[in-house]
């Protein structure tokens, strides 16, 4: 049976985060295309690869940030002759909420800006790495010393962590996210194209072939180079995330649901919703709306 492609994190509800800190990254341990609901962000110290996040590709290289929102798709590909050392953290969005109620600022706004303008990649200024290395060493020797009052101390350090690169993104018109710097441009347009249309049932390799110059066995060679996956993983990915959605913002049934995202097979829907998730659609709906529910309870 095959195991679903979900990260594994801690289970400490009173503190959503996990960190992996300073992890050589290889080909060989790197995990399958996958999907979750925390926000990612993960940080280059050496080495060089590929990012495929979401629709855009991107060089892996020293200093480079990747703001990761929920739920999207992503895959690191190190380099076997050089691979890439890097900080991996993750945590749910409750834990950079606003500051104070006068003050309309959050740290969420980088990740929404991530999102919106489909940019995900931020080269950090060479002065400025030893203070946000500083503070993911800080996260991780918190976490593995679990001293009084270490869940507050971290909070705090992944705020300012985020306040730091907010500030950066305002302030210097030059730093802004990269876009996409890797893949050639019938990819990237092929890429975009499935952003739109990945829930039609028509898409699949012979179609998206015609929407391109280059031939089906082509296209799926360099998709699978470059992305890590192929197009059926990348398709069925995308779907599940727009699910995903779909399940906590209407009250639309399974069955709907499923049809919506391109599945005509109730049964296959399921079967791959819990391959990418670990849990059904109902599970997935009921577990959720649950936590909202408890945070809602704990602001008010």
Not at 104 to 113: K, W
Not at 208 to 221: C, D, E, F, G, Y
Request: charged share 20%; aromatic share 10%; net charge neutral.
């Amino acid at each position: 049976m095959q195991k679903p492609l979900v990260k594994n994190f801690t289970n400490d509800d009173l503190l959503p985060f996990d960190i992996v800190f300073k992890d050589q990254k290889t080909p060989i341990r790197e995990l399958p295309e996958h999907l979750h609901d925390r926000y990612e962000l993960v940080y280059v110290y050496s080495g060089k690869g590929t990012f495929f996040l979401n629709q855009m590709l991107y060089e892996m290289n020293e200093g480079d940030l990747f703001i990761i929102p929920g739920n999207t798709i992503h895959q690191a590909l190190p380099d076997s002759e050089s691979p890439v050392t890097a900080t991996a953290v993750f945590f749910d969005p409750q834990l950079i909420g606003h500051y104070s109620t006068g003050d309309s600022f959050t740290n969420r706004q980088v990740f929404e800006r991530a999102r919106k303008y489909r940019s995900y990649k931020l080269v950090v200024p060479v002065a400025m790495r030893p203070h946000l290395e500083e503070k993911l060493q800080h996260m991780h020797d918190e976490m593995e010393r679990h001293e009084a009052g270490f869940r507050y101390a971290v909070q705090l350090l992944l705020n300012s962590f985020l306040i730091s690169i907010n500030r950066l993104i305002v302030k210097e018109s030059h730093q802004q996210l990269a876009k996409s710097d890797v893949g050639p441009s019938w990819l990237l347009n092929i890429l975009q194209h499935l952003d739109q249309f990945h829930t039609d049932h028509i898409v699949g390799l012979s179609y998206l072939a015609k929407q391109t110059s280059v031939s089906a066995p082509h296209l799926s060679r360099v998709f699978k180079q470059l992305t890590g996956m192929n197009i059926t993983d990348y398709v069925n990915a995308k779907r599940i995330s727009t699910a995903k959605e779909q399940l906590l913002t209407t009250d639309l049934g399974i069955d709907t649901i499923a049809y919506n995202c391109g599945y005509e097979s109730l049964p296959y829907f399921h079967k791959l919703f819990k391959k990418f998730t670990g849990v059904t659609p109902g599970q997935y709906r009921r577990k959720v709306m649950k936590e909202m529910s408890l945070q809602i309870e704990k602001m008010t």
